[in-house]
């Protein structure tokens, strides 16, 4: 079911809740039953959440080893999910920019053209089909090809579903509650929940790549480092500038080597927040997804906002510390002994919007994070790991 507080704006909710009636009564979804030889997962959404979804997709593989299990990715993010998911088949499907061109200067109309073609290499042939997000328009895409579909509801389109994975109360974040999703439908197919962590069993892959030697990348520092993630996706998720060197600052102050990271499209914007002076190392644009898992891997600490790479450290289990405002951290982030969360609570908490209502510039919630307190959690996460590693074996 739809969860009102996600949507912003009265008329939405009144629609969706309209089109969710509507269609339970018109077109209602076939619930889960029998075996499920081919199974399509759908993650159409940034490598963050594609890394949440491994140990989803290492329960549904045990569940069922004999099944054709899919995935549909984004183009940019084939390879690397061909290799660490347990997958038989990785699909791509592009993304479309309505009326403008793409980065590579395709106009929307070849972009319609190229998407419709990859969406026809897809087969119609599945038994099931998984959607994470709560996305109508992947719920769509997934019943288009499969038979039945299981996801969550809370934006519109449970109609579609045969099981709506409603989201846990209290919440939890998206590792656990894609786990609590694929084991309701391994439930409802009749089956029994494999043995085993599936967290640690998804996580194996990326965890052994991280640590070889073909991944690493020369960096003028020695490890462990500090990594800083200054750049987010949305602007409401950015933190101030001159807090990010701040808080470099005294990182260095304390003896710590930082690396910088982006990507490639993000290294000219990582280049201005964080200058280099000696002890940061800029290495913003100079990684791939694998070269990025190494440089983790060696870490001390990961701070960022509300990015992919807080998942990648929760996945390598390297302390991370995660800069919280729009998104509720309950649900994006991880409140576990080596991987925290800090946001500043105000009565418009967790909008979930791309841009602050209340000023043009950064999310009002994430200006009123001040350093001197994330330093404060740094040094905390810093000492336990200085704990762990001088503890006896």
């Given amino acids: ?34 075996p499920q030889r081919r199974i399509l997962l759908l993650r159409l959404e940034q490598w963050g959440d594609l890394i949440t979804t491994l140990p989803a997709a290492a329960l549904l593989r045990s569940a069922w080893p004999q099944a054709r299990l ?34 590579g200067g395709n106009s929307w109309k070849i972009q319609v ?4 073609r990859q969406f026809c290499q897809i087969p119609r042939d599945y038994d099931l089909g998984l959607e994470f ?17 299981a996801g969550f509801g809370w934006r519109g389109g449970g109609f579609l579903l045969g099981l709506d994975g409603a989201r846990p109360t209290p919440p939890r974040d998206f590792i656990h509650s894609h786990l609590e999703l694929c084991r309701r439908v391994i439930n409802a197919c009749g089956m029994q929940i494999p043995p085993g962590d599936p967290i640690t069993k998804g996580f194996s892959r990326l965890r052994g790549s991280a640590q070889e030697s073909s991944a690493a990348i020369k960096v003028p520092a020695v490890p462990p480092w500090v990594i800083l993630a200054p750049a987010a996706s949305e602007r409401s998720r950015s933190w101030p500038v001159p807090y990010w060197r701040q808080l470099a600052r005294m990182l260095l102050a304390r003896g710590e080597t930082i690396l910088v990271t982006g990507t490639h499209k993000q290294a000219a914007e990582v280049a201005a927040i964080m200058p280099l002076e000696p002890g940061i190392y800029n290495m913003a644009g100079k990684t791939d997804l694998f070269q990025l898992a190494w440089l983790v891997a060696r870490a001390r600490l990961v701070i960022a906002p509300d990015t992919g790479i807080l998942h990648l450290a929760r996945a390598l289990q390297t302390p991370s510390l995660g800069l919280y405002g729009p998104n509720d951290p309950a649900v994006t982030g991880y409140q576990l002994p080596r991987h925290g969360s800090l946001f500043h609570a105000l009565p418009c908490s ?37 704990q762990a590693a001088s503890a006896p074996a």
């Fill in 1 to 34: 079911m739809i969860e009102p507080a996600r949507i912003m704006r009265p008329h939405q909710r009144a629609f969706l809740r309209a089109l969710d009636w509507a269609g339970e009564r018109c077109l209602p979804a076939p619930s889960l039953h029998g």
């Fill in 70 to 103: 899919d995935l549909v990715v984004r183009p940019e993010y084939i390879a690397w999910s061909a290799r660490f998911f347990p997958c038989d088949r990785v699909y791509a499907l592009p993304g479309i920019s309505p009326g403008r061109d793409d980065p």
């Fill in 113 to 116: 053209r190229d998407w419709v």
């Fill in 133 to 149: 997000l709560g996305d109508p328009r992947n719920i769509l895409l997934g019943r288009s090809r499969a038979r039945q579909m």
């Fill in 350 to 386: 967790f909008c979930h919007r791309r841009n602050c209502p209340f000023t043009q510039d950064h999310g009002v919630c994430m200006q009123l994070l001040a350093p001197a307190r994330v330093m404060d959690h740094a040094i905390s996460l810093l000492h336990a790991e200085n």
